[in-house]
């Protein structure tokens, strides 16, 4: 997670913010594909490490996108929100992850449930891409220019 945040952030502030959550969440699912489906503890570690470096990534940047888009004046509520969103997610993974995992341990044998929950995992990345498709990300351009700049 700590090699991930400052490049992810320096990328972001180049090339926008949605973009680099879009390829977090890609990384972060193959990352939890390749955990699922791997045969050995070090091709294991590999998709660890890659979900590791989409967690740092959207930890540096998503912040940032809500720093862009909200109005300034209501700040509070909507870090608020945010924090209440992002902190009911574990519930929810928690959640839907140990009802994944106890069915298909039951169903299929133990150990199925572990890949099958990280599975479900790479799913909701995809969700997440889907679900910000709607944010409307302010231009870079126009926000880095200085107000002397500006045409009156």
Do not use: H
């Not at 991930?4 to 890609?26: F, H, M, N, T, W």
């Not at 699912?29 to 890659?50: F, Q």
């Not at 902190?87 to 140990?98: I, L, R």
């Not at 889907?130 to 220019?145: K, M, N």
């Amino acid at each position: 997670m700590l090699l991930a945040i400052v490049p992810s952030a320096r990328v972001s502030d180049r090339i926008g913010r949605k973009p680099v959550i879009y390829a977090s969440c890609l990384v972060g699912s193959a990352g939890l594909v390749i955990t699922a489906l791997a045969p050995s503890i070090p091709v294991a570690l590999v998709g660890a490490a890659l979900f590791g470096a989409s967690a740092g990534t959207f930890l540096a940047v998503d912040w940032a996108l809500i720093t862009d888009i909200i109005p300034r004046a209501n700040s509070g509520r909507y870090m608020g929100l945010s924090n209440v969103a992002t902190g009911s997610s574990t519930v929810f993974a928690v959640m839907t992850g140990g009802l994944t995992l106890d069915l298909f341990n039951n169903l299929f044998g133990l150990g199925t449930g572990p890949r099958a929950a990280y599975l479900l995992g790479a799913v909701y990345y995809l969700v997440a891409i889907v679900l910000l498709r709607p944010v409307v990300e302010p231009d870079r351009r126009s926000a880095s220019q200085e107000p002397s700049a500006v045409a009156v």
